[in-house]
């Protein structure tokens, strides 16, 4: 799947601010009028020498500063605090991405909250933890599912109605952004609300995007089929219907049924085909053969013949609709 990249520290209003608080006289002669205590004229130096050449190294500066002249109220603790403050947030949004690449989830969503509490529309975090919590919860972790899936479905509501993040990576534009997001959101709710999850991982399927050709994509789409709408309409079925004569009702019941196992149907094969013979799909591919060919039995009357080619055409078709 997707892999974060690091994002550089936008200092450009950092920059702008040490000019009006420094103004063309220079921190060193300020300083020379001000003071006689070198340990701050050199701290502060030390600041202004590093600031766009080595940011970090003027952080450290410019915090050894406000540690050892915290009492001091003026242009130059009042500059200093603001500096450190805009370069922390920077550098959040920097580490944000480094910290779901090392799968490190406790610390992104800390970072993540501290970003959004600063920033509370900041449309590249609510997508990057929207998508780490898939990332979490397809490495058994789980904890962050319901984080995530706020964040998810806050950034699709901001891309849908028309924002734009500050940058697109690690997703190629907006309609890629949306498939893995919508995947998340599916992946997210399968246990929970298959319902939900159907709907998602349709949305997640039509966007142009490597989604669209992933074999799990339609695997979950197949569960979501199985554990909601199948499993509500089959219990339903049984309990009205079930040994007793056939009715216009109890047909028409089964016809709306059987519309569901072709959808689970067309979902198998298309993960199934979407695998192709990639050996570490080769256990998946047979289980889903195994399911794909039980329910195609069903509506064959017991017979499996053109379950094969069924398979090698089902990415060639449209995606069906929910029923």
């Given at each position: 799947m997707k892999v974060f990249t690091g994002r550089p520290i936008v200092m450009g209003f950092l920059l702008m601010l040490s000019l009006v608080v420094l103004g063309s006289s220079g921190a060193g002669v300020a300083f020379g009028q001000e003071t006689d205590d070198q340990v701050k004229i050199d701290t502060y130096k030390r600041f202004v020498d590093n600031r766009v050449a080595n940011p970090s190294a003027a952080?450290?500066?410019?915090?050894?500063?406000?540690?050892?002249?915290?009492?001091?109220?003026?242009?130059?603790?009042?500059?200093?605090?603001?500096?450190?403050?805009?370069?922390?947030?920077?550098?959040?949004?920097?580490?944000?991405?480094?910290?779901?690449?090392?799968?490190?989830?406790?610390?992104?969503?800390?970072?993540?909250?501290?970003?959004?509490?600063?920033?509370?529309?900041?449309?590249?975090?609510?997508?990057?933890?929207?998508?780490?919590?898939?990332?979490?919860?397809?490495?058994?972790?789980?904890?962050?599912?319901?984080?995530?899936?706020?964040?998810?479905?806050?950034a699709i509501a901001a891309l849908e109605a028309g924002k734009v993040p500050t940058e697109w990576v690690p997703f190629k534009g907006k309609d890629d952004t949306l498939a893995y997001l919508y995947y998340a959101v599916g992946f997210l709710t399968l246990k929970t609300a298959p319902d939900q999850a159907l709907d998602s991982l349709l949305k997640a399927a039509r966007f142009e995007s490597d989604i669209k050709k992933t074999p799990s994509t339609y695997y979950f789409l197949a569960i979501a089929y199985e554990s909601g709408p199948y499993k509500t309409m089959s219990a339903a079925f049984q309990t009205n219907y079930a040994n007793k004569p056939e009715t216009p009702e109890s047909k028409a019941a089964l016809e709306k049924l059987n519309v569901v196992i072709d959808r689970i149907i067309d979902a198998y094969a298309r993960a199934i085909a979407a695998a192709g013979t990639d050996p570490k799909t080769e256990q998946s591919r047979k289980d889903w053969q195994a399911q794909l060919t039980n329910y195609y039995k069903f509506r064959h009357d017991g017979s499996d013949a053109g379950v094969n080619e069924y398979i090698a055409a089902a990415l060639q078709k449209p995606l069906p609709p929910k029923p």
């Open positions: 952080y450290q500066a410019a915090r050894d500063y406000l540690q050892k002249y915290t009492k001091d109220k003026d242009q130059y603790t009042d500059y200093l605090q603001k500096w450190v403050m805009f370069y922390e947030r920077d550098d959040r949004k920097k580490k944000l991405p480094i910290l779901i690449n090392e799968k490190n989830f406790a610390e992104a969503y800390r970072t993540g909250t501290k970003i959004l509490t600063d920033e509370p529309d900041y449309l590249r975090a609510q997508i990057d933890l929207g998508y780490a919590g898939y990332l979490a919860a397809s490495a058994k972790n789980e904890t962050y599912n319901t984080e995530a899936l706020g964040y998810a479905k806050k």
